[in-house]
Structures are given as C-alpha cells and as structure tokens.
C-alpha cells in the first residue's frame, strides 16, 4: 500500500472512488459519449497528435430527482470556451466537455447576452439576410475556424450538467486517452461544485413547500376538487410575515450537502498517469490565491496550477509548477477589455512580489493580431503548450 504527501493510503481513494461511483448513477449519455470519445481519441493518437481535455463551466447540485431546484455556480464557461479555441490553433484536438447551455467556442462570440447575434445582421432588399458590414471580417474569420475544426473532425464537444454527470464523464474520458501517454492534457477550467446532495439522501420528487402528502392521507380522496382547509391555513400564515416575526424551524428547507470527494489524486494516479495535468484555482481573496495553489500542487502532484481571482480573472492569471518560478500572466492595461465585474485596482494584489515590471506594456511583436482587446486565454495557451512540450520531452527521455 502506497502513501502519498498527505498521508493517505492509495488503496482509501480507490474505496472513495467506488463508493462514490457505485452509489451517484452516470447520466444516460454517457455510453454514447464514451463511444464518441473512444473514436476521436484513437483517430488523433494514431495521427501522433496532442489531445486536451478542456473542462468548462459550472456544475449543478440537485436537490431533487425529479429535478426542480438546484444549486448552481456563476461560471459561464468563458475560459473553457475561449481557450478551446487557442488550443485548437496551436494544433491540439479538442475534447470540449462542458456545461450544457454554457458557452461553445466560436459561437460564444454571438452568445452573449451584450452581443445578441441578431444586432450583427441585416436584411437586403432582396430578402437575404448578411451580416453588416463592420462586423463581416469577424464574422467570417469565426465561421472559417469553426467550419475547418469540424471538418477536420478537431472538435468535440461533450455536455454535462450534473455535478455527478461530470464525474463520470471525466473519469470515463481521462481513462480513454490512456493510449495518448504524455500527448494527453488535461485542462480542467470546469468550476465543479465541492458540496452535493447524494442520491440515497435526495428526495424524489419536487420538495414541497408543507407537507400535502400527509395532509392528503388524512383527508382521504372525497376532498380532492376544493383545496383542503389545512393547506389553506398552512398557506395563510406562511404568506402572513406581519404576523410572523421568525420562520418556524418547520417551514424552512435545511439543505444538507455531503463534500464532493476531490478525485485529482485518483486522476494523477490513476485515470490519467501520462498525460499533463492543469487544474485550476479560484479564489476571491488576493491574499490566499497563491498559497491555496500551492497548496493544491503539493497535495495532488499533477503539473501545473493556474490560480485567477474572480475579480481580475480577465486579466491576470499566476502559474505555479513544480520546479518554476510562480509566473504571472497579465494583459497590458490599454489591451484588457473592461467588464461589470471586473475590478481592475486588484490586478497586482494577490502577486507578493509584484514589481511594476508587472504592468509595463508587452512588446508589441509579441502580441496576438487582432482586435485591440486581448483575451488573456492567447498568453495562457502557449504558456502552457510550451509546459506540455517539456513535458513530453522528459518523458521520452525516460524510455
Ligand atoms: O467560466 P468563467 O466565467 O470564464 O470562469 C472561469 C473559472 C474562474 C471558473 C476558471 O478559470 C477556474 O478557476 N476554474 C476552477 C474553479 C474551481 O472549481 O476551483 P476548485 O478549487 O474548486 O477546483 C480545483 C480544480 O480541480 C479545478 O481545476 C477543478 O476543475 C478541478 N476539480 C475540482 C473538484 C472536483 N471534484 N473535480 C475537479 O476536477
């Protein structure tokens, strides 16, 4: 039996694992995806071509079978979804599994709610439909990548919703691109839930506000066309605050949430023990970001944390691996395109040692064409691209 840095027995992952797979069922898709994926990998492992796994968006908790209500997180899968893209630049095939609904690569560009798609075009006088003029390069430079991944089978794209769903879809896909060996990378930018509600504690059916069940039993069925006094009266003096200063113990709905077991070590171990591993950290608090990265590098020993602060996400990220220097990434102040949420007097905050070389403008040469606005997943990508390069060389070494 094997230990690792936290003092944990190998063997107790397995049993976590077990337990947590054997007792949380897969979402129905999953033998399709799993047939889908087996395909697309083995078609670019042949070809000796890298594959990356991106993980994007969030993942909900259900509070029910019969799903009504659920817990959710902010993530729009805009780092997934952006850094799709530059990976299928850089050469790599993409697997793109993803929250459903959440943004797509390509079409994210004309799924925002502040860029709805329909402001993009026109109608001609003769009824056809085209886009305007000031938005045609864009427009077609988008459709050209689009239709040249898919036609070059680069793509595919795997959705999920659950948090369970994306478990298993993660384990069943890094287990399935074991033949890649080092080319695989796996790029987990997925905001996943840490707390869940387990099958064997999660109501059946939509959770009821009062207790109609009992109070139907007790009325029995010749009460059915009126609705019962009991409900009546529980209603009122629920919907009467006036008069009902605290909420009784009994109306409230106390949701208790199990800790989703962090199966990165089971990854590193075991799913996926070649391939190159970056997971993600995101905090909210400048002063923990890095020691919290640091933190999870040690404990799970994969190859490379990227930590964001969700404030300044846009515009700054750190890379911390085993044997560098922690890295910031940083778009220049004139390139970062302003958003709502973004505060931008917290770029610099959570860099300890930041020196104002930090901020000073990049060489132009170095910057992506384009727009004016850099997206910073085009300084991440081949940041990590040449990590993934040393990666594969150490381990050809090694044969
Ligand atoms: O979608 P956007 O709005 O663009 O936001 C992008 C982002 C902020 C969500 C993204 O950049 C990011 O930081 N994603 C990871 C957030 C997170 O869930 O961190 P974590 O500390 O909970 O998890 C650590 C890592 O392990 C993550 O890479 C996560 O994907 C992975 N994980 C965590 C738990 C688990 N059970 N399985 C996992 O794979």
Request: charged share 25%; proline share 7%.
């Amino acid at each position: 039996m094997s230990s690792n840095t936290t003092g944990t027995s190998a063997s107790s992952h397995q049993v976590v694992e077990n337990d947590y797979f054997g007792s949380n069922p897969p979402p129905k898709a999953l033998p399709k995806h799993v047939a889908a994926a087996e395909s697309f990998i083995n078609h670019h492992a042949a070809a000796g071509r890298r594959v990356v796994l991106v993980t994007s968006g969030g993942t909900t908790v259900p509070l029910e079978k019969h799903t009504v209500r659920f817990i959710d997180n902010f993530s729009a899968g805009t780092r997934g979804a952006t850094s799709a893209e530059y990976f299928l630049e850089s050469g790599y095939a993409v697997i793109f599994l993803h929250r459903q609904f959440s943004l797509l690569p390509y079409s994210r560009h004309y799924s925002h709610s502040t860029d709805c798609f329909l402001d993009f075009l026109h109608e001609n006088p003769d009824g056809s439909v085209v886009a305007n003029p000031s938005h045609q390069d864009k427009m077609l430079r988008v459709l050209r990548e689009y239709n040249a991944a898919k036609r070059q089978n680069l793509l595919l794209m795997l959705p999920f919703v659950t948090i369970t769903d994306y478990l298993h879809e993660l384990r069943a896909v890094a287990q399935l691109m074991r033949p890649l060996g080092p080319n695989g990378l796996l790029y987990l930018a997925a905001a996943v839930s840490d707390f869940f509600v387990p099958a064997d504690r999660m109501s059946e059916h939509k959770i009821q506000s009062m207790d109609v069940t009992e109070i139907l039993k007790q009325q029995g069925p010749t009460t059915q066309t009126t609705e019962p006094r009991e409900v009546q009266q529980e209603e009122e003096t629920f919907d009467n605050f006036d008069s009902s200063p605290a909420v009784p113990r009994s109306k409230r709905l106390i949701v208790d949430l199990d800790p989703v077991p962090k199966f990165l070590k089971n990854l590193v171990d075991g799913w996926a023990p070649e391939g190159m591993i970056v997971s993600f950290k995101l905090e909210t608090d400048p002063a923990i970001l890095v020691y919290k990265a640091k933190y999870s590098l040690e404990r799970y020993q994969h190859h490379l944390v990227i930590g964001n602060l969700l404030s300044t996400r846009k515009w700054e990220v750190v890379f911390v691996a085993p044997g560098h220097k922690d890295r910031w990434i940083r778009v220049p102040i004139s390139r970062r395109k302003k958003t709502l949420s973004g505060v931008e007097e917290l770029v610099g905050a959570a860099d300890r040692d930041s020196t104002s070389e930090a901020d000073k403008p990049l060489d132009p040469a170095t910057l992506p064409e384009g727009e004016p606005e850099i997206e910073i997943e085009s300084l991440i990508i081949p940041a990590v691209e040449e990590l993934h390069s040393k990666h594969i060389e150490v381990a050809s070494s090694k044969k």
